[in-house]
Structures are given as structure tokens and as C-alpha cells.
């Protein structure tokens, strides 16, 4: 039998000032640098560059066209309904490949913003682990004073928080 949890686990995200100004003028959040740096990357650097090509907006349009085809079609000829769904999902998935690649080809080629998420995959991932696995709580504690601890005690038990320090 399993022992119960007596206090469900706070897991916090510490972000220092310089983290959370890079994260903002990326527009993404902690956990998303975390789950995908080059895509965050490569998104923000797209949104700059207004390249929708890149957009998923710009896939679901295209998904929508696809079924309006595929439901002519199949208006047409009911036997052609099942290969053109086929083809539609065939087709999204190579152009869904193609996005990952330009974003990924987005973020090789801008130096100074790859210079930035260094900074933010050393701070948010450090040894390719999540923060909070690797630094102690005390790190931040003796880097920035009593705030810290006011921080940490505001928070819920058992919650999965990114708490800026001021």
C-alpha cells in the first residue's frame, strides 16, 4: 500500500530580474523555455520578422481548406472521401515538419538572441535539468535577502509557480 501525501510538493521557478525581462520580451514563460528553447526562439524570432509561414494559425487555415476540398470531393465521389483525409493529414504533418525546421533555421541564424536563451536555458535549465532539481532555494535566499522567503511562503501548497524576484 502507498503512503498518502501528507503535503503536497511546492515546485517554484525562481526568476531574477534579467531572466524575467529576456522571458517577456520573448513572450514566453519559464516552462515553455524549458519544454522547447529553440522553438521558443524561433517563434519569437518569426512574430518579429512577421513570418506567418511559421504560425499555427497559418496550419489550421490551411487543415480547414483541405477539409473544405476533401468534403467537395466526397460530394463528388463518397470513395474519395477516406483518401483525401488521408492526404490532408499527410500533407499537414510534412508542412507542421517543415515549420519545426524554419524555426529551428530561425534560431541558428540570430547570434545575440541566441546568446539570450544561453543566458535563460543556463538560469531555467541548469545541467539540462529543471531549476529546481539542480539550485537550492538558498541560493536565492543569500543573493537576495528575506524577499525570497516572503515569496515562498505566499505560495499554495503543492503548486507549480514561476515567482519573479523584484
Same mark, same amino acid.
Given at each position: 500500500? #502507498?503512503?498518502? !501525501?501528507?503535503? +503536497?510538493?511546492?515546485?517554484?521557478?525562481?526568476?531574477?530580474?534579467? !531572466?524575467?525581462?529576456?522571458?517577456?520580451? $520573448?513572450?514566453? /514563460?519559464?516552462?515553455?523555455?524549458?519544454?522547447?528553447?529553440?522553438?521558443?526562439?524561433?517563434?519569437?524570432? =518569426?512574430?518579429?520578422?512577421?513570418?506567418?509561414?511559421?504560425?499555427?494559425?497559418?496550419?489550421?487555415?490551411?487543415?480547414?481548406?483541405?477539409?473544405?476540398?476533401? @468534403?467537395? $470531393? @466526397? =460530394?463528388?465521389?463518397? /470513395?474519395?472521401?477516406?483518401? *483525401?483525409?488521408?492526404?490532408?493529414? *499527410?500533407?499537414?504533418?510534412?508542412? *507542421?515538419?517543415?515549420? #519545426?525546421?524554419?524555426?529551428?533555421?530561425? @534560431?541558428?541564424?540570430?547570434?545575440?538572441?541566441?546568446?539570450?536563451?544561453?543566458?535563460?536555458? /543556463? %538560469?531555467?535549465?541548469? %545541467?539540462? %535539468?529543471?531549476?529546481?532539481?539542480?539550485?537550492?532555494?538558498?541560493?536565492?535566499?543569500?543573493?537576495?535577502? +528575506?524577499?525570497?522567503? =516572503?515569496?515562498?511562503? /505566499?505560495?499554495?501548497?503543492?503548486?507549480?509557480?514561476?515567482?519573479?524576484?523584484?
Amino acid at each position: 500500500m #502507498t503512503q498518502p !501525501v501528507v503535503w +503536497p510538493r511546492l515546485s517554484v521557478t525562481w526568476l531574477e530580474p534579467n !531572466v524575467a525581462r529576456l522571458l517577456r520580451r $520573448l513572450g514566453a /514563460t519559464a516552462a515553455e523555455v524549458q519544454a522547447d528553447p529553440a522553438g521558443v526562439l524561433g517563434r519569437a524570432l =518569426a512574430a518579429e520578422r512577421g513570418l506567418s509561414a511559421t504560425s499555427q494559425e497559418r496550419l489550421r487555415d490551411l487543415s480547414q481548406q483541405w477539409e473544405a476540398l476533401g @468534403a467537395e $470531393l @466526397a =460530394a463528388l465521389d463518397p /470513395t474519395l472521401q477516406r483518401s *483525401s483525409e488521408r492526404a490532408r493529414r *499527410s500533407a499537414l504533418r510534412h508542412f *507542421s515538419a517543415l515549420q #519545426t525546421r524554419a524555426l529551428a533555421a530561425l @534560431a541558428r541564424e540570430e547570434d545575440t538572441r541566441t546568446g539570450q536563451l544561453r543566458r535563460l536555458t /543556463t %538560469h531555467l535549465l541548469p %545541467h539540462g %535539468h529543471p531549476q529546481e532539481r539542480e539550485l537550492s532555494f538558498m541560493t536565492y535566499l543569500l543573493k537576495h535577502g +528575506p524577499v525570497v522567503l =516572503a515569496l515562498l511562503l /505566499t505560495q499554495e501548497a503543492g503548486a507549480r509557480v514561476e515567482v519573479e524576484i523584484p
